[in-house]
Structures are given as structure tokens and as C-alpha cells.
């Protein structure tokens, strides 16, 4: 039986981000946007550098049209809807992209929307920065609505059969909807329209098949500018299309937890809790890194000196392609969690370097990653499904490496960068150090200072021409 509500959640959330003003923003926040869009805009430009890259730059290109808006790294200027789909495609080709609450890669589905209809329409950073927002508070309050990636099966937490991030494209939509001036009720169409659109989840297999567009975040980030687009045309959406469950069922939920669509909305700012990512690797591989940095911080091994490594964590880690000791792509070594390893024990800076062919076949990193062992604790089985329908983001991880004729051993719950965990936030300092790894290989020095100075200051910019302009890789 669906479920329909009286409530008008969908209008509610539309009226939130038209509304929304600047000043109700607390500075602390508008900060961690400006952070968010510095991480972001390095991904993207670590992206760029990618041989992944070349087929969607070549087909946007080839395509051409208004030049309303930048594409990262070449500079070159396509209608907002192209730049937004190649620009968040670059941002996810190295998986070094925030996470939130281990479920959500909404933020570039949220800010390159964004940045495409503010260089469109000639917004300020200010402008920016309130639509960013907005938008990540709405996409991170629809995740939060479908809740995990698992569900509960026969008193069982088990994987949900198909998976996918289209459902971001509410974040998109929000964030290009408020650019364009849409009021409460023409925001209500927008985030009907590009909802209805959604790209549909893909099973398990599919999603792993599709190597180069693995989350769809570019389709449902052009199809969010699309979205708002229409609306401001005149298109009629439908309107109550988070108000009952007709729509968690058509992207692979039951239900739609539809408070939490409007929970706290406008007092607790959830784009402050998301996980920044220091390593260029999937968000649920980062408890074992993690664990793994600290025995070798304390401890100092040679790669030579380590008998054995075994790593007891989430039960996926243990099938592919998180067990997958041989990747032969970046996909894949995004993926694989003993492959990881070898990197973090050679002290392959995390960025860029960490993708390199040749790191595909190098000897040392497959004599590293023979040694790694993955147990699957049952634990977090239980503690998933005790945190259900929410996604769990206490992950108790343990690593226990053999050297020396000794075992060192170290425990993770959480992972650097995690937002929602004062300890484990990255510093300005951290965050800028990440932006410089990731486009050291394409920016010069010079070039890098004044982004980040730029990004920083996002929302005292006058015009947001004036950092996308720093975004095109020098010839």
C-alpha cells in the first residue's frame, strides 16, 4: 500500500529555498561552502587531467551552443546544462568528491548546477553561496529521507537490490531553481520536473559495469539545471512528488521518512556535517586507511617488514570490488581496498598519483596487496541494521598488521574528514593542502593561491566569472 500524505513537504522544501536569505545563513556555514566549493572545484580539476575525461569533453564540445557557462579545466564557455553535466562528471572520475552520512554524493550535484546557472545569469558568490546551500540542504534532507542503502530482510540488514544518486537531482534543481529567481511556487514545479526525471538505480552489476559514470551525477546534474529551466518557462511539475511514496519506490526504496524532509530545516545546517575526503578512494574504505595510517604513523614500517595485514571491517570489503587485489582501472582501484593499502604503505601522496597506470602492474603494489587479508566483522551487520531505515556512521574498523615478530593494532569509528565528528574535521589548512595535491599536475603554483583565494572568499566575490575564469588549466 502507498502511503499519501496531506502534507505538502515538496512545497515546504520550495518555499525554504526561496526564502532563504543570505544573512540567515550563519557565517560558520557560509564558510564551510566556500570550503565545500574549494574541495569540489579540485576534484574537478584533478578530474580534468584524467584520460577519462576526453570522451564527455570531446562530446560537449562537439555539441557547443550559448557559452553561458565554464567548463573546468579547458575554459571553454557551453549552455549551463553541458557544463554542468561534464563539470560534476569531472569532479567524481577521481572518487575524491565528499560523501554524506556514507550515502550521499549530492554536493557536486548541488554546487556545479549551481556554478553553471550563476555564471549564466551573472550571480555574485554571495548569490552563489545561498543556492548552494539551499540546495545541499535539500538533497542531503532527501537522502536522509530514503534513509540506508541496506535494508532489513528476515531480522537481516542486506544491500537493497539496485542502487544509484539520481535522487540528488532535488539538490540541482533547488540550488539552479533559486539563481534564476524562482519563487516558492515555481520551485515546487522545478524540483517536480527534474524529480520525475530522475535517472533510474541500476542494479548492483550494472553500476559496477558502468565504470566511467558510476553514480550518474552528471546526468542528474544536467537534468536538474534542465529542471529549473523548464519550471522558469512556464512547465507545470508535479508538485507533490515528495509528499507520498510513490517516488522512493520508483528509485529502489519502500518509503520516503518524509519529516525528515523538513526536520530542523533552516536550524541545522547538514552541508557542515558531510565527510570531506582525504583519500581519492571510496568513503567506506577510509575506516580501514585510517586505522592503517595510525599504526604507521606510530610505527614507521617498511614496506619489506610487513608479514601480513588483515583488516576487519564491513562485509563489503570482502567481495568485489573492494576484495579486488589485481585493478586494471581507475574504477576499479577506487574501489579496491588492497590495492589502497599498497599506497598508503608506499606513501603515494593521495590524489592524482594514487590512479597512475602504471601503479596497475607495478610489483611492489601486487607483493603489498597479496598480504592484505579482509574479514567481514559481524558485528556492523548488527549495528547496521540497529540504525536503520538511517545509514550507520559509527563504523568500528580494526587493522592489525604483523611486523617486526609483533602485531600492531589500531581502531577506527570514524574517518578524517567526517563533519559531524569534531575530531575528525579537516582544518582550512588540510582541506587547501588536499586542493593542492589534486591540482598540482595542471596549475602553476601561482595559479593554485589565487583559487583557493578566490574559493575562500566566495561569497565576497562580485561576479563568480571572476573564479571560473582561474578554472582553465594554462596551454
Not at 62 to 90: K, M, S
Not at 101 to 123: C, D, I, K, Q
Not at 276 to 291: G, I
Not at 383 to 404: C, K, M, Y
Request: glycine share 8%.
Amino acid at each position: 500500500m502507498v502511503m499519501t500524505a496531506t502534507r505538502r513537504y515538496t512545497q515546504e522544501l520550495a518555499a525554504f529555498v526561496a526564502q532563504l536569505a543570505h544573512d540567515d545563513i550563519p557565517q560558520a556555514i557560509r564558510h564551510e561552502a566556500e570550503r565545500l566549493a574549494l574541495d569540489l572545484l579540485g576534484c574537478a580539476l584533478g578530474g580534468w587531467a584524467q584520460p577519462d575525461a576526453r570522451p564527455p569533453l570531446a562530446v560537449v564540445h562537439a555539441l557547443g551552443g550559448a557559452p553561458e557557462a565554464t567548463v573546468i579545466g579547458d575554459g571553454a564557455r557551453l549552455p549551463a546544462p553541458l557544463a554542468a553535466f561534464v563539470n560534476t562528471r569531472l569532479a567524481n572520475l577521481l572518487d575524491a568528491d565528499d560523501v554524506f552520512r556514507n550515502v550521499g554524493h549530492h554536493s557536486p550535484v548541488a554546487f556545479f548546477p549551481a556554478l553553471a546557472v550563476a555564471e549564466r545569469t551573472r550571480a555574485s558568490g554571495r548569490e552563489l553561496v545561498t543556492a548552494f546551500v539551499a540546495g545541499y540542504e535539500v538533497g542531503a534532507r532527501v537522502v536522509l529521507a530514503l534513509g540506508s542503502m541496506f535494508e532489513l530482510v528476515d531480522g537481516t540488514a542486506r544491500p537493497r537490490d539496485t542502487t544509484g544518486f539520481g535522487h540528488s537531482i532535488f539538490a540541482g534543481a533547488a540550488a539552479a531553481g533559486r539563481l534564476l529567481g524562482l519563487d516558492a511556487a515555481r520551485l515546487a514545479h522545478a524540483l517536480g520536473i527534474a524529480g520525475a526525471n530522475t535517472p533510474a538505480p541500476l542494479s548492483h552489476k550494472s553500476l559496477h559495469d558502468q565504470a566511467h559514470a558510476k553514480y550518474q551525477l552528471d546526468w542528474t546534474a544536467a537534468g536538474a539545471v534542465m529542471g529549473a529551466l523548464l519550471a522558469a518557462a512556464g512547465q507545470a511539475g508535479p508538485v507533490t512528488i515528495l509528499d507520498d511514496d510513490h517516488y522512493p519506490r520508483a528509485v529502489g526504496y519502500r518509503t520516503l521518512a518524509r519529516e525528515e524532509l523538513v526536520r530542523d530545516l533552516g536550524q541545522r545546517w547538514r552541508i557542515a556535517e558531510t565527510s570531506l575526503k582525504p583519500y581519492p578512494h571510496c568513503r567506506h574504505t577510509h575506516y580501514a586507511l585510517d586505522a592503517l595510517g595510525a599504526i604507521l604513523d606510530a610505527h614507521p614500517l617498511a614496506p619489506a617488514e610487513i608479514e601480513r595485514i588483515v583488516i576487519r571491517g564491513l562485509g563489503s570489503y570482502t567481495v568485489p570490488p573492494w576484495s579486488e587485489r589485481r585493478p586494471r582501472t581507475t574504477y576499479a582501484a577506487q574501489f579496491s581496498l588492497p590495492y589502497a593499502v599498497a599506497m598508503r604503505v608506499l606513501g603515494v601522496p593521495p590524489g592524482p598519483a594514487w590512479h597512475e597506470p602504471a601503479r596497475f602492474a607495478d610489483p611492489a603494489v601486487h607483493a603489498l596487496a597479496d598480504r592484505v587479508e579482509l574479514v567481514a566483522d559481524p558485528r556492523l551487520r548488527e549495528l547496521i541494521a540497529a540504525a536503520l531505515p538511517q545509514p550507520l556512521v559509527d563504523v568500528p574498523t580494526t587493522v592489525t598488521v604483523w611486523a617486526r615478530g609483533r602485531q600492531f593494532e589500531a581502531t577506527v569509528h570514524h574517518a578524517r574528514g567526517d563533519g559531524f565528528d569534531p575530531a575528525c574535521r579537516l582544518t582550512d589548512d588540510e582541506v587547501v593542502a588536499k586542493f593542492r595535491r589534486l591540482t598540482e599536475p595542471v596549475l602553476p603554483r601561482a595559479q593554485q593561491d589565487r583559487l583557493i583565494e578566490h574559493a575562500l572568499g566566495l561569497d565576497r566575490l562580485a561576479q563568480v566569472d571572476t573564479l571560473t575564469a582561474l578554472t582553465a588549466v594554462p596551454r
